[in-house]
């Protein structure tokens, strides 16, 4: 069993920065493949943001966001981030952290969600 917490959402400007952290228990960590997916509102569908590999050396992003959002890891701390530089309008959404041990699973082949955090970006 595996439980994420994720932490750092907030209001933000655009073109300003956040950083996500989302701190996961247990001791088995660094065997999962960690993701980012967030859901605008509005009823619209959760949405792959990024994810990345057991050891942190491979990556994978939306191409709404390549460029401009980093995920790394901690395996040391138990730790994903999600570093978003040049926020948007757009990228408003509560942001949920997730782990899979299937580095090409589809979102429902994730087995374990955060709660999320809530991402505005507003002038």
């Known amino acids: 069993q595996v439980q994420l917490v994720e932490s750092g959402g907030g209001l933000v400007q655009p073109g300003g920065s956040l950083r996500l952290s989302c701190a996961a228990s247990?001791?088995?960590?660094?065997?999962?493949?960690m993701a980012w997916f967030r859901q605008a509102p509005g009823g619209k569908e959760r949405e792959f943001v990024a994810?990345?590999?057991?050891?942190?050396?491979?990556?994978y992003y939306a191409d709404s966001v390549k460029g401009r959002f980093t995920i790394s890891r901690d395996n040391a701390k138990n730790t994903v981030y999600l570093q978003m530089n040049n926020l948007k309008q757009e990228d408003t959404a509560i942001y949920y952290c997730a782990a899979t041990m299937n580095l090409y699973a589809a979102r429902d082949g994730y087995d374990y969600w955060g709660q999320g955090t809530q991402v505005t970006v507003s002038s």
């Open positions: 247990g001791r088995t960590f660094s065997t999962y493949v």
């Open positions: 994810k990345i590999s057991r050891g942190g050396r491979t990556t």
